[in-house]
């Protein structure tokens, strides 16, 4: 009978016990142990038993069993498919090719993502990879550093501010039909403006056009003093749009009553099309772009977990994006230091220049 000392934690220790109080079924599955349990849970359905590679203990972790194998029986489930349950591909001390779009269980819990990796052993400014979505804030940051003083880029950004103002006004509003046309003639404008510097996609958005006049005030005030209107099919259900009156008093109106029409009006899809010139710009500085990217290199220390067991990654790159899945481009092979209070300091070493990711299994969800 396993004892609490044979597992990495007392956390591990009691999944241990509740999977052995649930088991509905018990499977050998290579290096693991697959605790099928007797329910159901938004947590997952399963427990996965093994030996952590770095202390020898028992680590004991929940996944979802039928999540991807609903069309297989627990006996046809393989080692890789709960490798892929537990969301790795590989331990980091196996033999397998190094590429794009593999999971690495580097320690415990934490996994790396392979996003790209190259066949040469230093980047150039040539690839490819300098435009991908992942590049988008170092991109923005070149751009507010180096190119804030690019005319048609300051031109643009205004009118697109300008532009989104009107149109959060327009889909916000329940306008007569005259109102709508003033309003849209300025959009139109703006867009006329925009088109100049770049061309943008668009969109069809749905606007909400009040088809009859509003009545006249009745003389009476509310108990703030504002003067009440008559209006037709007044509703509070979820289907209601905030309006208010001339002098700005709230009311309901329903956005589907007879006097509130749905209109088709096309806009300029100001992110996507800002986000494309913006590309277009850097790509004209493309040397000094990537320079600038590389000047980013550093000694890093990614810190992954729980507060009180936490991951320590140490490595050289540029740090790409943070929050639960840290991304850092990898200029040139090299060593990764890895520590954690209990599974203590070991080494990987990334082969190729790579863009890569650092999570922890079981969807970002600390279970170590």
Sequence with gaps: ??????????QHYTRYRLAQRLKRKVLEIGEYRLYLLGGQSRRGDAYVMGRDSSTGKYFVMQVFSSFRY?????????ERDLRAMMGFDYHAYENFKYRDGIVIRLQGDLVMRVERSFERTRLSESDDLWFLPSFTLLMNQFIRDRLYQEPDLVRLERLVTIYSEIMNFLTGSVLPRESLRKVLSIKRELESRISEISEFPTVEVKLRVRTRRRPKDRGEKDSSGFPLVEIENVTRDNDSEWLGNRLGSIIFVDAYSPNVKMANVSFLDVNRGLDMYRRDLVKRYREEYVEFIKSKEERLNIMLGHYTTPHSVRMKGVYIRGSMSPTVLVLEPGSVTLTHPEHGTEEYFIPKPSLVSFELMGNNMNFF
């Design 1 to 10: 009978m396993l004892k609490e000392e044979d597992f990495l934690d007392f």
């Design 70 to 78: 609903l069309d297989k029986g627990p006996e046809q489930i393989t």
